[in-house]
């Protein structure tokens, strides 16, 4: 809708123009193109409670353990602080949004006011050296969860990217961060009330060392010591003590041979002596070192890790006199290990991890408890597959009894949807979402038109199926109908049936073998009653088929593909045309091996219309549809005259193959192509299209936009004209994630599917990433007429607004924009060109306020 006010009731005519699509103005202020407004209905949230914790746990004076994940939370890219009892009771204390309070946050330190201290690798106020994230932050928290925001670094002098903080006797909190001065790191220390002083700027020079990895730990003789990864008479990293005031005293250089290479974090023994470990260097092969070293820098090698044990953490003496330690990497199942070390270097593997429930890949060190056993946390593992392997937080007895206490869950609600959604005759949508779900294997859901939520289903992987990727069909007896890419008993992939309330039925579990398998696309039901659909694979030539299936479950194949001239691997569902004929696409084969169109009857029989070839497009991945003028459109998601290969790879969405057509074909294989993709501003089409009630075809790209390039929805009319609606990832957050800058973009990004019109005439789709919760969102997009010129002319105000041909409009008035009593100013009118015209006779009265709607 368009308000418009005017005034021209008192001596003045200043006009102006708002929207009044409930919040959607707000959500959408940025990215909105040609008159269109994007609301975000649901976003994924698919690590509900964190995810990946690598940094130590601390045990409070409460005798709970804190932490922090540094991806996950209701803003997943941002992170999480928790807390967890011995027992493995966890509460979700804190999910940071990435924006003033930080982004992905390192480890905790109970301060001596029982509060915790911590600090964030990114978010805050300022962005940082590189202007994908924020520089980071220090922050506090009480135990009930309440969070301040002590500093944001700006990425300056003061450095950015702070590790971990350890409270000094004088009540201060020390730490180190990377860049700074020289961009070689900074030691600072703040006070509990957020004032920042930075005590040295690493300078490659004079052996001082750069790149501390760590925080501090402050000696019993009031200095602290910390080490670099970098610097030194080597270039290998140092161990260095630094006074309160700022005075660095390199402690030892590395060279990189049997002494190591790369030191960690330290920790301070009961002999004086301090303890640590290198990531590389020693011998035989230069896996890392255990290493003691005394305040005075005389270092002696402990140990050389062997059997590929590789990134040990920091580590931790116990009461007995021993230290305890994790390593990334090796053990029997390679996937990391528990070890203890004795003060003269004597080493026993206390645990190795084996990937499954009990984690794998412990990044960080451990932590001894009151009760006498350590605690620590496994970076993923945890789960029943990679979906679902978030981590874990365990505990270990010093005898090597390990008990998983906690595995960090998928959200319920899936992840990643990557088809698009199906408005029930209930008048709700329904969709299907890859990933997530408790399972990790996908999920089927239900959303209202205003964002009501509800899981329907979470596939197990197992015999009801798996990461499902294609639209939901309602079927002719109200259930609705889809498939699954995997899963069944076979696991090649199955089709089922679930009513509006959740039951789910699986009516067939493909073998891979001659009737197909692993499904990619949907369903459709003939005229006849049967569902026809396609699989990928399977089939007599390996090539995908084309089924046909009863509502009961019999399945017959109807064509299998040879990877010839008829096309190869289809991936997309068919549609049945009005000849009775159905018709759809395959990604490969045909006669340039990139793909064709092909026609085929019920009963079989398959015609090759047409084969792709570069120019007019290559490997469609979407099916048809069939316009109002009887040919059918479609698109290609690469090639195209704009298209071009980055390099050789994959398809099906991973980035090296760019371009695009839309194209129109007739029922006898005459082929146009209406449009090119392969600029920023659009490229690569994965979905297909949908004719709206205008007469315009409507879809999305995966890539390209006026944002960071993550996908849009575009309008195309037959006469190859295309508009942008709205370009994704215009909204953004800034987050660090798994070691790499990332994008929050909160709008969503990266589009798999296309649109479907609604009955209220909006458009509603999903995107397959991005969103605040990082794992996608269902959308509504609504085309609002825009104003063309509002004019008065003795006492008649003439009021224009542009149209979509076949749109039907009401301008309506009010005289307070407090009250809902609009009134129509005269009768709907359907649009038959580019605008629309009304006027309104103006006497003496109070000022009207006018806005536009477009009718379903």
């Known amino acids: 809708m368009k308000t418009f006010s005017d005034t021209s009731r008192k001596p003045v005519l200043p006009l102006f123009m708002r929207l009044l699509w409930a919040a959607a103005f707000v959500l959408t202020a940025f990215g909105v193109q040609a008159g269109a407004v994007l609301t975000t209905l649901h976003s994924f949230q698919p690590f509900p409670n964190g995810a990946n914790p690598d940094t130590a746990l601390v045990q409070g004076s409460d005798g709970n353990f804190y932490g922090t994940t540094p991806i996950g939370g209701t803003n997943s890219v941002a992170g999480t602080v928790f807390k967890i009892s011995a027992n493995g009771a966890l509460t979700t204390l804190y999910s940071f949004t990435g924006g003033n309070d930080g982004a992905n946050p390192r480890s905790l330190v109970q301060g001596s006011d029982g509060s915790f201290y911590g600090t964030t690798a990114a978010g805050g106020i300022y962005p940082g050296a590189y202007f994908e994230t924020g520089a980071g932050t220090v922050f506090k928290i009480s135990t009930n969860g309440a969070l301040t925001t002590l500093y944001s670094f700006t990425g300056g002098d003061d450095g950015s990217g702070p590790n971990g903080l350890v409270q000094g006797s004088d009540g201060n909190f020390y730490g180190t961060t990377g860049d700074g001065s020289y961009n070689l790191g900074t030691v600072f220390k703040i006070s509990i009330n957020g004032a920042l002083t930075t005590l040295y700027s690493f300078t490659g020079a004079n052996d001082d060392g750069g790149y501390p990895p760590q925080g501090l730990v402050q000696g019993t003789d009031g200095n602290f010591y910390g080490t670099t990864v970098g610097g030194g008479t080597d270039g290998d990293g140092t161990v260095f003590k630094i006074s309160t005031i700022g005075a660095l005293t390199t402690l030892y250089s590395f060279t990189g041979g049997n002494d190591g290479a790369y030191p960690i974090g330290l920790a301070q023994a009961s002999d004086g002596s301090f303890y640590g470990t290198t990531v590389g260097g020693g011998t035989p092969l230069s896996l890392g070192t255990v290493f003691k070293i005394s305040t005075t820098g005389?270092?002696?090698?402990?140990?050389?890790?062997?059997?590929y044990e590789i990134q040990p953490s920091e580590l931790v003496q116990g009461s007995d006199g021993n230290f305890y330690g994790t390593t990334f990497e090796g053990g029997t199942n390679g996937a990391g290990s528990v070890f203890q070390l004795s003060s003269g270097g004597t080493w026993t593997t206390l645990y190795t991890f084996t990937g499954g429930n009990d984690g794998a890949n412990p990044s960080a060190g451990l932590v001894q408890g009151s009760d006498g056993n350590f605690y620590g946390t496994t970076w993923a593992g945890g789960g029943t597959s990679l979906l679902t392997d978030n981590g874990t937080v365990f505990k270990i007895s010093s005898n090597g009894a390990l008990t998983t206490l906690y595995s960090f869950p998928d959200g319920n609600d899936g992840a990643y949807p990557k088809a698009g959604l199906l408005q029930g005759s209930d008048?709700?949508?329904?969709?299907?979402?890859?990933?997530?779900?408790?399972?990790?294997?996908?999920?089927?859901?239900?959303?209202?038109?205003?964002?009501?939520?509800?899981s329907l289903h979470t596939f197990t992987g197992a015999n009801d199926g798996g990461n499902p990727s294609a639209s939901l069909l309602q079927g002719s007896d109200g259930n609705f109908y889809g498939t699954t890419t995997?899963?069944?008993?076979n696991g090649a992939g199955t089709v089922f049936q679930i009513s509006g309330t959740g039951a789910l039925i699986s009516?067939?579990?493909?073998?891979?073998?001659?009737?197909?398998?692993?499904?990619?696309?949907?369903?459709?039901?003939?005229?006849?009653?049967?569902?026809?659909?396609?699989?990928?694979?399977?089939g007599t030539y390996t090539n995908g088929t084309v089924f046909k299936i009863s509502m009961s479950g019999a399945l017959t194949t109807l064509y299998s593909f040879t990877g010839g001239n008829d096309g190869a691997n289809p991936s997309a569902s068919l549609l049945q045309g009005s000849d009775g004929n159905f018709y759809g696409t395959t990604s490969q084969g045909g006669t340039n091996g990139n793909g064709t169109v092909f026609q085929i009857s019920a009963n079989g029989a398959l015609t090759s219309l047409y084969s792709f070839n570069f120019n007019d497009g290559d490997y469609p991945q979407a099916g048809l549809v069939q316009g109002s003028d009887g040919d059918f459109y479609g698109t290609t998601s690469s090639g195209g005259t704009n298209g071009y290969e980055v390099s050789t790879g994959y398809l099906n969405g991973d980035g090296f193959y760019y371009g695009g057509t839309v194209f129109k074909i007739s029922t006898n294989g005459a082929l146009t192509s209406l449009y090119s993709f392969g600029t920023d501003a659009d490229t690569t089409p994965y979905a297909g299209l949908v004719q709206g009630s205008d007469g315009y075809l409507y879809g999305t790209t995966y890539y390209g936009g006026g944002g960071i390039y993550d996908g849009t929805v575009f309008k195309i009319n037959t006469n190859c004209v295309l508009t942008t609606l709205y370009s994704f990832g215009t909204i953004l957050r800034n987050g660090y994630a798994a070691g790499e800058n990332a994008y929050a973009a909160l709008d969503g990004a990266s589009p798999y599917a296309g649109l479907v019109q609604g009955s209220d005439g909006s458009f509603y789709g999903t995107t397959s990433a991005g969103g605040p919760g990082g794992a996608g969102t269902v959308f509504r997009l609504t085309i609002v007429p825009e104003s063309q010129a509002v004019t008065l002319t003795n006492g008649t105000l003439s009021l224009t607004w542009s149209t979509e041909a076949g749109g039907m409009y009401q301008l309506q008035y009010n005289s307070d924009l407090s009250s809902s009593n609009w009134s129509n100013l005269g009768s709907a009118v359907t649009a038959t060109g580019a605008t629309l015209s009304t006027t309104d006779s103006l006497t003496n009265g109070p000022q009207r306020f006018y806005r536009l709607a477009l009718l379903p």
């Open 298 to 307: 005389r270092l002696t090698t402990l140990y050389s890790f062997a059997n």
């Open 427 to 454: 008048g709700n949508f329904y969709g299907t979402a890859f990933g997530g779900g408790t399972n990790g294997a996908g999920t089927v859901f239900k959303i209202s038109t205003s964002g009501a939520w509800t």
């Open 486 to 489: 995997g899963g069944g008993t």
């Open 507 to 538: 009516l067939y579990s493909f073998t891979g073998a001659n009737d197909g398998g692993n499904p990619q696309g949907g369903l459709v039901q003939g005229s006849d009653g049967s569902f026809y659909g396609t699989t990928a694979g399977g």
